[in-house]
């Protein structure tokens, strides 16, 4: 049987991918949202390029006033088009955030440490409750108050979300400017603007911006409801951990912290706010419960009494190890029972690689929850088989999106 710290993390370890899916399927539509005003931009930088050219080579103003002045009306007619369109976007992003504040709080607490507490206690005649947090809570800690997003920018959501058009318009300008002055032609010009699938032209850098800005929102509000979860449960637990997510595409930054900082338990209630640390950021943190008498003592745990009745066991707040373990065999526990008890409440932390949770769902023999990490089943059934670790067969692609009611 696992202890309740393996079982935390194999759990929180595996709802991470999902959540991570799930970041990329409200990318995904969020960027459908401004691609549908791509023809219509597309179409007014057209029709007016040819004019700004005109303009540009008959301003003989030294810094082509006059022709910066008719090209900010053409960006200024183009962001007109597109405005509606951010705002059903930011209208969308909204609403996920709530829904899925909303999912997690509820996760966190039922799927991730009340189920982790169940497995622990699977044999074990006694019974241990969370509290849960509210999704008001976890949408406010998460996206209504400062989020750490990159670089060591702190901004909130809504602030970042209103950057991105105002940046877009920017580099529109920029980028037309700079075609002209490069001598480029009208063609060129304008795919270096619209060409969605081109990681470079303006419309591109802003689908990526929008795409990362949403995937890290999404991973701050999964790790703010596990962190507000486990600070809800502060008799129960006693901090977190990071736990980076070891696999070929790890930063360089979350590797390095993790090497540096990996066994430092952050308490409960701390100021600090180490995830995301950077764009896209997969990263995740780990609650850690106390030792198995501070549990007893947390006034959550319950046994079934001679009577088949749920009561709370409620030692005193002074007894001692010695003490607690007679109040066991009090309430009819075996000395095995007690014994494995103490194991599965160690206040151990678990750290491991992607590669070791595969290993272990291998093992249980979960082919379903291997198959959803890799981009095909083929590689998936190369990993089953054995042979291969999952770092030689995880690939970048592996990311396709899913909806809220897919997370598992």
Same mark, same amino acid.
């Given at each position: ?12 370890? @595996? ?6 899916? /799930?970041?990329? &399927?409200?990318? =995904?539509?969020? %960027?459908?949202? $401004? !691609? ?104 406010? @800690? ?6 750490? /997003?990159?670089? &060591?920018?702190? =901004?909130?959501? %809504?602030?970042? $979300? !209103? ?246």
């Amino acid at each position: 049987m696992s202890t309740y710290s393996e079982n935390l993390f194999q759990l929180t370890s @595996a709802h991470s991918h999902y959540v991570n899916r /799930y970041g990329v &399927g409200v990318a =995904n539509d969020s %960027n459908s949202i $401004l !691609n549908q005003s791509y023809s219509d931009s597309r179409a007014e930088l057209v029709a007016s390029i040819e004019s700004l050219r005109e303009a540009y080579e008959s301003d003989r103003t030294r810094n082509k006033t006059k022709f910066k002045r008719q090209l900010r009306e053409v960006i200024d007619a183009i962001a007109e088009i597109r405005g509606p369109l951010y705002t059903e976007m930011f209208a969308l992003i909204e609403e996920q955030f709530q829904q899925f504040s909303e999912y997690e709080a509820n996760f966190q607490q039922e799927k991730i440490f009340d189920k982790s507490a169940e497995e622990a206690l699977a044999t074990i005649p006694l019974f241990l409750a969370f509290a849960g947090v509210s999704a008001s809570a976890v949408y406010i @800690a998460s996206v209504a108050t400062q989020m750490n /997003y990159a670089k &060591g920018i702190n =901004n909130s959501v %809504n602030q970042l $979300l !209103n950057g991105i058009p105002i940046s877009e318009n920017r580099r529109m300008f920029d980028t037309v400017l700079g075609g002209f002055n490069q001598n480029s032609t009208n063609q060129t010009i304008i795919r270096s603007v619209f060409n969605n699938n081109n990681q470079g032209s303006v419309t591109g850098v802003t689908n990526r911006s929008t795409s990362a800005l949403v995937s890290t929102a999404i991973n701050r509000i999964y790790n703010e409801a596990h962190r507000l979860t486990a600070d809800a449960n502060s008799e129960l637990t006693r901090g977190w951990i990071n736990q980076g997510v070891y696999d070929s595409r790890q930063s360089a930054i979350c590797r390095d912290l993790g090497v540096f900082y990996g066994n430092k338990v952050y308490p409960n209630h701390s100021d600090i706010r180490p995830i995301p640390r950077h764009p896209r950021c997969r990263s995740l943190i780990i609650a850690v419960m106390v030792r198995w008498d501070k549990i007893l003592k947390s006034g959550q745990v319950e046994y079934t009494d001679a009577n088949g009745k749920r009561v709370k066991f409620t030692p005193s707040q002074s007894a001692t190890p010695e003490d607690l373990t007679q109040s066991m065999r009090n309430i009819g526990m075996t000395n095995a029972e007690i014994a494995l008890f103490k194991n599965n409440f160690n206040a151990q932390t678990t750290r491991a690689t992607i590669n070791d949770v595969l290993v272990e769902a291998r093992s249980r023999g979960d082919t379903g929850f291997i198959e959803d990490f890799f981009s095909n089943k083929s590689d998936a059934a190369l990993f089953i088989a054995g042979g291969y670790a999952a770092s030689e067969l995880l690939k970048d692609e592996d990311k396709s999106s899913l909806t809220l009611d897919q997370i598992n």
